[in-house]
């Protein structure tokens, strides 16, 4: 592979839809309550990309160098990692995570500008979240609270982010729109870590799974699935979603075949095959907001 190539995949482009998607649904919920800027949100998607690539080089920087991502884990099986494959050397991934961080806090700060304070609040608390996840001292990943954070930078920091850039203050539909999304960005890390129990526990890697066990873990994993649906028509009744909200159940089968798949055997791409589901309940969930701003 190219140079280029391997920086590519690297930064794990796949992932990015998830912060595409957060962004996205909360500036439509911004535009359901006043204007929209364009170049507002286009701003906004560069910084928290800049951002999430920057936690995932820093993610594989410091788990190769616990020992946690070998060539034996299931993550660099199913998945480019050219980091464990030597194509890059772990301080170019150092300097390239710590230079995407400056470019998102830049982009933060310039937002700011515009927006107000309440932009460097979100933006720092995603940035000690990105950099905290597996670097000393916190290395919170390894302290079972991976699946909070995740659930918290992909739901209510980069929702509530997004709504703010575009209306100027924070929004108590946007947090509660957001809660479905991030749990389900979260249900892929737990994925990831229920079919990495033993990997994990052979290397002293303490996640929410290994802590839990298989079973109770896969327990979870289904109830807060359930729980992320039935979010849709509470929020419709109390009106903090349209009607249209109700598009996301296009997504259930995805859900059921998924339950289905982990009930009887959890796959090495676990973890991708949940961020499938994700990304489709996303996608429909931005899309009833889109469809509510222009059709009411």
Same mark, same amino acid.
């Given at each position: 592979?190219?140079?280029?190539?391997?920086?590519?995949?690297?930064?794990?482009?796949?992932?990015?839809?998830?912060?595409?998607?957060?962004?996205?649904?909360?500036?439509?919920?911004?535009?359901?309550?006043?204007?929209?800027?364009?170049?507002?949100?286009?701003?906004?998607?560069?910084?928290?990309?800049?951002?999430? $690539?920057?936690?995932?080089?820093?993610?594989?920087? =410091?788990?190769?160098?616990?020992?946690?991502?070998?060539?034996?884990?299931?993550?660099?099986?199913?998945?480019?990692?050219?980091? !464990?494959?030597?194509?890059?050397?772990?301080?170019?991934? =150092? *300097?390239?995570?710590?230079?995407?961080?400056?470019?998102?806090?830049?982009?933060?700060?310039?937002?700011?500008?515009?927006?107000?304070?309440? *932009?460097?609040?979100?933006?720092?608390?995603?940035?000690?979240?990105?950099?905290?996840?597996?670097?000393?001292?916190?290395?919170?990943?390894?302290?079972?609270?991976?699946?909070?954070?995740?659930?918290?930078?992909?739901?209510?920091?980069?929702?509530?982010?997004?709504?703010?850039?575009?209306?100027?203050? $924070?929004?108590?539909?946007?947090?509660?729109?957001?809660?479905? =999304?991030?749990?389900? !960005?979260?249900? !892929?890390?737990?994925?990831?870590?229920?079919?990495?129990?033993?990997?994990?526990?052979?290397?002293? *890697?303490?996640?929410?799974?290994?802590?839990?066990?298989?079973?109770?873990?896969?327990?979870?994993? $289904?109830?807060?699935?359930?729980?992320? @649906?039935?979010?849709?028509?509470?929020?419709?009744?109390?009106?903090?979603?349209? *009607?249209?909200? =109700?598009?996301? @159940?296009?997504?259930?089968?995805?859900?059921?075949?998924?339950?289905?798949?982990?009930?009887?055997?959890?796959?090495?791409?676990?973890?991708?095959?949940?961020?499938?589901?994700?990304?489709? @309940?996303?996608?429909?969930?931005?899309?009833?907001?889109?469809?509510?701003?222009?059709?009411?």
């Amino acid at each position: 592979m190219s140079l280029y190539t391997d920086w590519f995949l690297a930064s794990r482009p796949w992932s990015f839809t998830m912060t595409a998607i957060s962004v996205g649904v909360g500036a439509a919920v911004g535009a359901i309550d006043g204007p929209f800027s364009w170049p507002l949100f286009l701003a906004t998607l560069a910084g928290a990309v800049c951002m999430h $690539a920057s936690a995932n080089l820093f993610n594989d920087y =410091f788990d190769v160098k616990y020992g946690v991502d070998t060539a034996e884990a299931a993550t660099a099986k199913y998945r480019p990692h050219p980091l !464990v494959q030597g194509a890059i050397s772990p301080r170019q991934v =150092f *300097v390239a995570a710590a230079s995407l961080l400056g470019l998102g806090a830049a982009v933060g700060v310039a937002l700011a500008l515009h927006a107000g304070w309440t *932009v460097i609040w979100i933006g720092l608390a995603g940035a000690l979240a990105a950099v905290g996840y597996t670097a000393p001292p916190l290395k919170y990943k390894y302290l079972a609270l991976g699946e909070v954070s995740v659930f918290l930078m992909w739901g209510p920091l980069m929702v509530e982010g997004a709504y703010v850039v575009q209306r100027g203050h $924070a929004s108590l539909q946007a947090l509660l729109v957001s809660v479905p =999304f991030g749990i389900l !960005v979260a249900l !892929v890390l737990l994925a990831n870590n229920i079919r990495d129990i033993n990997h994990d526990r052979g290397r002293g *890697v303490k996640t929410l799974a290994n802590v839990l066990g298989g079973r109770s873990s896969l327990v979870l994993y $289904a109830g807060l699935m359930v729980a992320a @649906f039935c979010c849709i028509p509470l929020f419709v009744l109390t009106e903090t979603l349209p *009607v249209w909200g =109700f598009v996301t @159940f296009l997504s259930l089968p995805v859900a059921v075949g998924l339950l289905r798949l982990m009930a009887t055997e959890v796959p090495e791409d676990a973890d991708a095959r949940t961020a499938k589901l994700d990304t489709a @309940f996303g996608v429909l969930l931005l899309a009833s907001l889109v469809i509510q701003r222009f059709f009411g």
